[in-house]
């Protein structure tokens, strides 16, 4: 049984930074690309990040870019989203996924595991 499980999500003021931890289970995790996604009150949840199988190609919605920055661990099974200068803009719940084929990598479609999420709030 796959589980994805997401960690380190709450309330951070404007300006501040905030470290998300997924920890994956029940699959090879070293096989997998990771993602990130949000979604926010109200919106359709959109693509935040994405790192390979083996760690080497990153993306980022590109208005993400210089803020977040995603990493993994395929020893302790886990992957990463830093966070930065967090805006409330920032304030929603955050997804990792687990894709082990890869095509369109902002696409939910594309990600066959999905955690339950991490509520992550920006007050102003």
């Known amino acids: 049984q796959v589980q994805l499980v997401e960690y380190g999500g709450g309330l951070v003021q404007a300006g501040g930074s905030l470290r998300l931890s997924c920890a994956a289970s029940?699959?090879?995790?070293?096989?997998?690309?990771m993602g990130w996604f949000r979604q926010a009150p109200g919106k359709e949840r959109e693509f935040v990040s994405r790192?390979?199988?083996?760690?080497?190609?990153?993306y980022y919605a590109d208005s993400l870019k210089g803020r977040f920055t995603i990493s993994r661990d395929n020893a302790k099974n886990t992957v990463y989203l830093q966070m930065n200068s967090l805006t409330p803009e920032d304030t929603a719940v955050y997804y990792c996924?687990?894709?082990?084929?890869?095509?369109?990598?902002?696409?939910?479609?594309?990600?066959?595991?999905w955690g339950q999420g991490t509520q992550v709030t920006v007050s102003s």
């Open positions: 790192i390979s199988a083996g760690g080497s190609r990153l």
């Open positions: 996924a687990a894709a082990r084929v890869v095509i369109h990598p902002t696409k939910e479609a594309d990600y066959d595991y």
């Open positions: 029940g699959l090879t995790f070293s096989n997998y690309g």
